[in-house]
Structure formats: structure tokens, C-alpha cells
């Protein structure tokens, strides 16, 4: 009886372990389908929302995730996360030739080289993600803290003219 019990609740284990793996592969594919749609806000949520179980999915699956996050990152405008999983995935196909699809690899390198031609010329500053953020995000009215303008400091700083006075009229001179 005993061994029996043991046996079911390892046959459950595995059950579940299987599924958990279907749930982290239906993700990814939830993921994808958003990003063929051009829906890339919510692509990206999904994703950021499977990254913790990266490493639970499989190879292949990992190069997907890696690819499809780089270029909805890029879509988007964060390049620095854009360079980083564009990087990973072209890392993954070069270990296992051909784990990506020719037109991925293609877009993986063209959109890759424009990323490093930039941190090239510009540094890595200019992909920082603080600029895609701030503007992705619905614009607030900034505060503005008043300064006087230059003109008006050039004004008070400089003494106004005394007006002329006016020559009396002679009374000779009618």
C-alpha cells in the first residue's frame, strides 16, 4: 500500500513537472503570437513575466525567448535590453548551428550590428533604456521653475538711459 502511494505521488510529480513546462512553452507562444500582431506592450509583459523560468524552458525555447525579446525590446526602443538578448540569442545559435530560423538570424544580425555601431560612435550611454522609458510612459506636465531670461538679467543689469531734457524755448528766437 505504501509503495503504492509512493508511486502515485511520484507519477503526480512528473505530471506536474510536465505541465509546468507546457505552461512556461504556452507562454512563450502567447508571447510570440502578441509580437506578430505587433502588439509589443504586451508581448513584453509576457515575457518579463516568464523571464525567472528562463532556464525551464528548453534550448530551442531559450533561443526563441531570447530572439523574440531582443527584437520586441528594439521595437520599442530599449536598446540596451534589445543588445543584451540579441546577444544571448546569437551566443545560443552559434553553439547550436541553426537553432534559429534563417530570417531570424538575418534580423538577429542586422539589428545587432546597429545596436553596436551606435555603442560604437556614441558609447553605451546612448542606449540606455532611461530615454525609451521616459518616453514610452504617458508624459506629465513637468514643473517648471521660472528664471529670469537673459534678457531680463541683461536688462537689470545694465543702467537705463536718462531721457534728454528739452531745450526751453527762447522767446527771441520767434
Aim: hydrophobic share 35%; glycine share 4%; net charge negative.
Amino acid at each position: 500500500m505504501r509503495r503504492l502511494a509512493v508511486l502515485a505521488l511520484a507519477s503526480s510529480l512528473t505530471a506536474g513537472g510536465a505541465l509546468g513546462c507546457q505552461t512556461y512553452s504556452s507562454e512563450l507562444a502567447r508571447a510570440q503570437t502578441a509580437f506578430d500582431q505587433n502588439n509589443h506592450e504586451k508581448a513584453l509583459a509576457v515575457f518579463r513575466a516568464l523571464e525567472p523560468d528562463f532556464a525551464r524552458l528548453a534550448v530551442p525555447e531559450q533561443a526563441q525567448y531570447s530572439y523574440l525579446r531582443g527584437m520586441t525590446d528594439y521595437r520599442i526602443g530599449y536598446k540596451a535590453d534589445a543588445r543584451h538578448w540579441l546577444a544571448v540569442a546569437k551566443a545560443m545559435d552559434e553553439e547550436n548551428p541553426g537553432i534559429l530560423a534563417p530570417d531570424w538570424r538575418t534580423r538577429l544580425d542586422e539589428s545587432l550590428a546597429q545596436l553596436d555601431a551606435v555603442v560604437w560612435v556614441n558609447g553605451m550611454e546612448s542606449v540606455s533604456n532611461a530615454k525609451a522609458r521616459a518616453s514610452s510612459h504617458a508624459k506629465r506636465p513637468e514643473k517648471k521653475v521660472e528664471e529670469p531670461a537673459e534678457e531680463e538679467e541683461k536688462e537689470q543689469e545694465q543702467p537705463k538711459p536718462v531721457p534728454k531734457k528739452k531745450k526751453p524755448i527762447d522767446e527771441d528766437d520767434e
